[in-house]
């Protein structure tokens, strides 16, 4: 008997510690929620809160862009890097995305752990 109460106050004692430390949760000016796109969380020169393993990197080549003339908009430049990120990385659940004026646009592949 006493080892069940022993469980139970345990048990409680732990849900309450949970409890408060998810209560206390502080939204930042940095909090933000992200879009979905094609099943991936989409992420712009930023980086997720929760945990996550690096799959791999892709870059758009000069053939990637030469294929339409509006090559240099974002959402077309968004659209080509997370097709090749889900061609190479099919377990991918994000994209982090990192475009450069005048450079390589790249785009990291992450899977949440």
């Not at 393993?53 to 509006?70: M, S």
């Amino acid at each position: 008997m006493k080892k069940i109460l022993l469980g139970i106050l345990i048990g409680l004692t732990l849900t309450t510690i949970l409890a408060f430390k998810i209560a206390t949760y502080e939204t930042k000016k940095s909090t933000a929620e992200v879009d979905q796109i094609n099943g991936c969380y989409v992420f712009v020169n930023s980086k997720p809160v929760l945990p996550y393993d690096y799959l791999g990197t892709v870059e758009l080549t000069k053939k990637d862009t030469r294929k339409n003339p509006g090559s240099g908009q974002y959402q077309h430049v968004r659209d080509l890097l997370l097709k090749k990120a889900k061609e190479q990385f099919p377990q991918a659940e994000g994209i982090i995305f990192n475009f450069h004026d005048g450079g390589k646009d790249k785009a990291d592949a992450l899977k949440f752990k």
